[in-house]
């Protein structure tokens, strides 16, 4: 029989991020604020940070996290998604190895954006979870701003073309 995930909250009180009162103050949020995940409203509250709750999820699913604010990614790992698929599903490309591409996200249960790539890149895809927001900078870091990215994409399709 499988065993049963631990709770958020327990992690995060295992962490010392956060206390049983305040887990419970969150929870009794949550059922007033619909919608909203224990994990938003303890940042919301101030009581655990984006990273905090990352790491705590990380550990709740069994999943590496990782630091894309001090990792060196190849240019080639990023050329396997593109800029508006990282961004629509706040994804990340970290390691690709052929046949197995390893992504950051910030959700684990996002089944649908991990159904979506691997439709997309006929690839079998790896988990490793990351805050929001550092998904967000590496998109920029390393795609470039939008207007660059844009105009990236429409030489090469302009370029595509011509070669045909």
Same mark, same amino acid.
């Given at each position: 029989?499988?065993?049963?995930?631990?709770?958020?909250?327990?992690i995060l009180e295992?962490?010392?991020?956060?206390?049983?009162?305040?887990?419970e103050?969150?929870?009794?949020?949550?059922?007033?604020? %619909?919608?909203k995940?224990?994990g938003?409203?303890?940042?919301?509250?101030?009581?655990?940070t984006a990273?905090?709750?990352?790491?705590?999820?990380?550990r709740?699913?069994?999943?590496?996290?990782?630091?894309?604010?001090?990792?060196?990614?190849?240019p080639e790992?990023?050329?396997t998604?593109?800029r508006?698929?990282?961004?629509?599903?706040?994804?990340f490309?970290?390691?690709?190895?052929?046949k197995?591409?390893?992504?950051?996200?910030?959700?684990?249960?996002?089944?649908?954006?991990?159904?979506?790539l691997?439709?997309?890149l006929?690839?079998?895809?790896?988990?490793?979870?990351?805050?929001?927001?550092?998904?967000?900078?590496a998109?920029?870091?390393?795609?470039? %701003?939008?207007?660059? %990215?844009?105009m990236?994409?429409?030489?090469?399709?302009?370029?595509?073309?011509? %070669?045909?």
């Open positions: 029989m499988a065993t049963a995930r631990k709770l958020l909250g327990k295992e962490m010392k991020v956060a206390t049983s009162v305040q887990i103050a969150a929870l009794k949020k949550q059922m007033t604020e %619909s919608g995940k224990l938003e409203l303890l940042v919301e509250m101030k009581v655990a990273q905090q709750i990352t790491e705590a999820l990380a709740q699913f069994d999943y590496p996290y990782v630091d894309l604010d001090n990792l060196k990614l190849s790992v990023i050329k998604i593109p508006s698929v990282c961004e629509e599903n706040t994804i490309p970290i390691k690709n190895t052929g197995n591409l390893t992504i950051a996200m910030h959700d684990p249960l996002d089944l649908f954006a991990l159904d979506n691997k439709f997309i006929n690839m079998d895809i790896s988990i490793v979870l990351a805050p929001k927001d550092t998904i967000v900078t998109i920029s870091k390393y795609y470039g %701003s939008k207007a660059q %990215s844009d990236s994409a429409a030489i090469e399709q302009a370029t595509m073309t011509q %070669s045909e």
